[in-house]
């Protein structure tokens, strides 16, 4: 697809995280979703790309699977409920470092979504106000008889 | 002058009286003050050139633009984001206006513990009514106040709290809700549209998307920094200057300073203070519609003298849906039901004046090897930010979290989550108390920070802080450090005013020795 950071494999991890933390089936994340993880991730630097790379492998890993879940099968590979299961375990844990794993991958898949204005629609969220300042939720707008008494 | 990387001559050695590295807060200020008396100055940028018509609400875009680390900068082990500036304007130019000079009691500490006795209140005063009428600082109008600020309006009213209309600098503010994303509309009166402005009509050059890399002290009266265009282009070019002022910010300006070897004393890095914020979020059964309207126009702050002038106060965020996406609690259909009802969320932030036990175990250093907070193993040396919320802190952030809880269900709530792994909703007094019970470890309670401030602090002595009362430093005379690192605690109110502050008092005392 063309990433500067993730490969191709990584495609279907980041969509089964996202699937499982955000509550979208792949489908509904899209290409779009992953790209905007590569540039996220395209986004840090190099060090922390090369860790949250390794994160992903080791989340897919059968042998973290199994460490955590008892099951010998990668992430992708899981059905939605026990890679929650997996993804609980980081989130739960006493151990930090596992914790830190879980926040970066939460930050990794909120923000690939909730960034891009497609994801707005389902919110309601109005969107950007240049040129539209009358009809969303600013100052100007009728509704909340804001403009009554403001000096622009 | 703007100089962009496209406007760059092939002239690589460059000469000026003032090299000011960072256009935030402290940068422009000093940049202001020393071109209205002729000096030459030249202001080196790290992040790109931008005006409003780079501002077109487009988060993605945005933040990964003027955020540093595309806005994942965080502590090592993830559990604390720090939201920082990384372009024209620093910090200020994505900054959410709320504008609060430095308490009176704040500076009396800063007298007492540091012996700053140039800094008391009515050394200030003028300072602030100055800096406070170039950024047009006023009082948000009471029919401004958007939805989300009125829960606090309302829940002090009804709890009979303290609740308070802030000041902000703006002109014409139509309330749109993207301070963060950059003003659209001109309206925020950020540094590029003041000081900055001044500086270049009184002659300053800034060279944007320019990293200085490294500082060189070859004299007092000369240092050289060499600095690379950051267009991927790799070019790199000299500055000869007779004095250095670093204003790269709390988190930057330390690794600039340990990568130049200008570390003598050994406080370069320590004693970093953030004010750790925790969101909690009221579901309400009418529209907040958080993400639109001035933000931060409403405060409380009732509780900002829990022990001594130690305490949190409480404000209402800016609200990009990016923070919402990121922050949400719960995770699969129940977080996306959660996301959809965004609009009818109002958010609370509670943040802690840190230092209370008059200790800070943050830092800001680069280090190799394993680090056991992020896992990471490396050989060659990378940027490490460490912090943990110290108990005392943690016990007001605590309490002060209790309070935002209570103040959503006065302004009439229905539910409140918490922002807290093991804890979505909170519905009860009941559920209040069990959630007071549980681990408030790192990233278990979710904390954030846009106020990282102290890791080069200004006091009489150099076994206290890095630089002395003109903020020249103690180790290393010619140069000089004027941003948020500077401050010696943190200021237990949004910092911007008290950096700007700092920076121009300290100027007044010493005008980095020209
Ligand atoms: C999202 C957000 C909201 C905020 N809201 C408020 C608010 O409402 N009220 C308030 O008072 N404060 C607020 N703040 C905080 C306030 O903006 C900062 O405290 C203040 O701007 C810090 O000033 P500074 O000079 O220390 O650094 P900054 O303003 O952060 O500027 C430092 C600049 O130095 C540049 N730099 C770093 N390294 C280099 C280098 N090597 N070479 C060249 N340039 C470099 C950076 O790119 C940056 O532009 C907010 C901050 C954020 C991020
Ligand atoms: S809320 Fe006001 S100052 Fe902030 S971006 Fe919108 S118009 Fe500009």
């Known amino acids: ?152 | 002058m703007i100089i962009q990387p496209k406007d760059l001559s092939e002239e690589r050695e460059l000469a000026t009286e003032v090299l000011i590295i960072g256009s935030g807060a402290g940068g422009s200020m000093a940049a202001y003050t020393l071109a209205a008396q002729g000096i030459k100055v030249i202001v080196l940028e790290e992040g790109p050139y931008v005006d409003k018509s780079d501002f077109n609400q487009k988060e993605n875009e945005l933040v990964r633009k003027m955020y540093r680390r595309g806005g994942a900068l965080a502590t090592d082990d993830m559990s604390i984001r720090i939201l920082q500036g990384r372009v024209f304007g620093g910090s200020t130019t994505i900054n959410w206006m709320n504008c609060f000079r430095t308490p009176d009691d704040v500076l009396e500490e800063w007298e007492r513990d540091y012996g700053l006795n140039h800094y008391l209140p009515e050394n200030m005063q003028s300072h602030f009514e100055r800096i406070e009428k170039r950024m047009s600082v006023h009082p948000v109008p009471d029919e401004h106040h958007n939805p989300q600020n009125r829960i606090i309006l309302d829940a002090a009213a009804i709890m009979g709290i303290d609740g308070n209309v802030c000041n902000n600098n703006s002109i014409g503010c139509i309330g749109c809700g993207k301070c963060g994303l950059g003003c659209s509309y001109d309206a925020k009166q950020d540094m590029r549209l003041t000081y900055l402005t001044d500086a270049q009509n009184d002659g300053a050059t800034i060279y944007t998307s320019m990293k200085a890399e490294k500082i060189v002290r070859r004299s007092e009266d000369e240092q050289i920094i060499s600095a690379v265009v950051q267009d991927g282009s790799g070019r790199t070019f000299q500055f000869k200057t007779q004095r250095t002022i670093v204003a790269a910010s709390a988190i930057m300006t330390p690794l600039l300073l340990q990568s130049s070897g200008l570390t003598k004393g050994g406080l370069v890095g320590k004693y970093l203070h953030i004010h750790p914020v925790a969101g909690t979020v009221g579901v309400y059964d009418r529209e907040i519609h958080p993400t639109y309207g001035i933000p931060m126009s409403a405060s409380s702050h009732e509780l900002k003298n829990i022990t001594e002038n130690y305490g949190v106060w409480q404000e209402v965020p800016d609200l990009e849906v990016f923070l919402a996406g990121v922050n949400m609690p719960g995770t699969g259909p129940q977080r996306r039901e959660y996301m959809k009802q965004s609009n009818n969320m109002g958010v609370i932030l509670t943040l802690n004046r840190d230092g209370a036990s008059k200790n800070s175990s943050g830092r800001v250093k680069w280090i190799r090897g394993f680090n056991r907070q992020s896992g990471h193993f490396g050989l060659r040396k990378y940027p490490s930010v460490r912090y943990r919320i110290d108990p005392l802190d943690k016990k007001h952030l605590l309490i002060g979290i209790r309070q935002a809880i209570e103040m959503h269900f006065a302004a009439g709530a229905t539910m409140v989550l918490p922002m807290h792994a093991m804890m979505n909703e909170i519905r009860t007094g009941d559920d209040i108390d069990k959630f007071m019970q549980l681990p408030m470890g790192p990233n278990q309670l979710n904390v954030f920070s846009a106020h990282p401030t102290g890791t080069a602090r200004m006091a009489t002595s150099s076994s206290k802080g890095v630089v002395d009362e003109t903020m020249q430093m103690f180790h290393y005379p010619g140069i000089y450090i004027m941003d948020g690192s500077t401050l010696p605690t943190a200021p237990g109110v949004n910092p911007m005013i008290s950096i700007l502050g700092a920076v121009s008092r300290a100027l007044e005392l010493g005008n980095a020795g020209m």
């Not at chain 1, 059968?62 to 890679?83: A, D, I, M, W, Y």
């Not at chain 1, 596992?98 to 919110?123: F, V």
Request: charged letters at 25%; aromatic letters at 12%; hydrophobic letters at 40%.
């Open chain 1, 1 to 152: 697809m063309g990433f500067s950071v993730l490969s191709d494999k990584d495609t279907g991890i980041i969509l089964a995280l996202g699937e499982m933390i955000l509550g979208y089936t792949p489908e509904e994340l899209g290409d779009e979703f992953v790209k905007e993880s590569d540039q996220f991730l395209g986004g840090l630097d190099e060090f922390l790309q090369s860790d949250l790379k390794r994160l992903l492998k080791i989340i897919n890993s059968p042998v973290t699977n199994f460490l955590f879940t008892g099951s010998f099968r990668s992430f992708v590979k899981q059905p939605v409920e026990s890679r929650r299961k997996l993804y609980n375990k980081f989130v739960y844990s006493k151990i930090s470092l596992l914790r830190t794993g879980s926040a970066a991958l939460r930050a990794l898949c909120g923000w690939s979504l909730y960034s891009l204005d497609m994801s707005w629609k389902e919110l309601n969220h109005p969107g950007i106000t240049i040129g539209r300042e009358d009809e969303t939720p600013t100052l100007l707008f009728g509704k909340e008889k804001w403009r009554e008494g403001m000096e622009l």
